[in-house]
Structures are given as C-alpha cells and as structure tokens.
C-alpha cells in the first residue's frame, strides 16, 4: 500500500473574510471548517500522518481539532507556519515522517470528494506530481501593467488549479529545496515542481471543491452543509 502524508496550510489571516478568527476556525455547521475539512481524507488508504502548519496563537485550537478527529493508527501534528503559504508548507514538510506521498490541501476547501482525492494519489504515483482542477469557464485575458488587453488565450488549454495537490516525497522534498536556492516564490507547490522540469498532470474534479475566502462563499458552504444533513 502506497503511504501518504496530509499537509494542511491554515496559517493566513483571512482578511477578506472580514473576520477577526482566520477561516479555518470558523464554525460550519457543527464544527469549524478545518475539521470538515480534514474528515475529507480521514477513509483514504494509506494516511499514516496529518500535519497542521497554523499561526502560533491558533496552535493549541488546530491540535485539539487534530485530537479531535484523527483516528489512533493517523499521526497527528500541529506546527507554526510561515510568512507565507510557501514556508508553512516547507516547515511542516520537513516534519514529515518516511511516506510515499506528500497531499498537499488548503483548509478551506472542505467539500472535496475522496474519489478525487485517490485518483490525484493514483496519478502522482505514476506520474509524480498531480493537481486537482477544472477547466475555465469564463474567458481570460491577459494585460499589460496599464490594464490593456493584449491576448485573450485559448480556454482549451487553460485550467483552474485546485487542491489536493500530490507529490511523490522525495521530488517535493527537492522542489522546495531548489526555490529556497534560487530565492523562488511559486504560487503554488506544483509551479515548485514544475520549474524542475519534471511532470505535474492535472485531474479534473469538480466545481464543488470551492475554496472558502469570502463572506459569500462561507454562505454556500452553510447551504451544502445543511443540503448534506
């Protein structure tokens, strides 16, 4: 059985939520939206750990989540982030025990489905790296520093990146290490490993997936909470 490692970024403030408590601590439903989150991947083969990277003043509420929903045979561990999503991640990559693969996930998409889950898994095993999206929908453009228009690319070839994002350890281990080197920052872990030159597949999920980052989407996500009762 292929072992995995579950990295969750819940470090940021969330400030366009336009709360004082960061979007992971916030309730949905009859827990906070970090828990939800984390039951997503709680029934995948071959979770053996779950680190948290959070803010030091957060610490003590994502460990009691942790010890709240983690089942004996999956490792817990909470640690403080960085300033930035990147350093959280390569804290808590560095906590990481001997694994298979490194799932990387933001705590605030807490409606993916556990079929995509395995299948980004089943893909990075194969491939080494695999992202979780769905294609655009709406028509891109992209601008110069004066806001003006100079193409509008094709949507054939133009997705929307999700999370999970699932790496073989070993070459997420060496993606960070070389952006550290080249004082690179990606805008997410796949631009890390893509830049090495080595092969990110992307696989489709769906538009459920959605990423809680303002008022009107923690609405939603209290809708399909109810919708799920």
Sequence with gaps: MTTKALI???????SRMQKDTP??????????????????????????????????????????????????QIKGRCLVGGKTRQESIYNALQKVSETDLVIVHDAVRPFVKLRHIQHCCNTAEQYGGAVLGVPAKDTIKRIDEQQIIKETPSRKFLWQTQTPQVFQKDL??????????????????????????????????????????????????????????
């Design 23 to 72: 979007k992971p601590f916030l309730q949905l439903g009859n827990s906070t939206i970090l828990e939800q989150t984390i039951r997503r991947f709680l029934p995948l083969d071959g979770l053996q750990q779950v680190l948290v990277a959070t803010s030091e003043s957060f610490l003590e509420k994502a460990e009691n989540v942790l010890e709240e929903v983690l089942p004996p």
């Design 172 to 229: 997420l281990v060496r993606a960070y290490q070389q952006a550290i080197k080249d004082n690179f920052v990606g805008t997410d872990d796949a631009s890390l490993v893509e830049r090495l030159g080595e092969t990110v597949k992307m696989v489709k999920g769906d538009r459920s997936n959605f990423k809680i980052t303002y008022p009107l989407d923690l609405e939603l996500a209290e809708l399909l909470i109810k919708k799920d009762k």
């Design 8 to 14: 969750i970024p819940a470090a940021g403030v969330g």
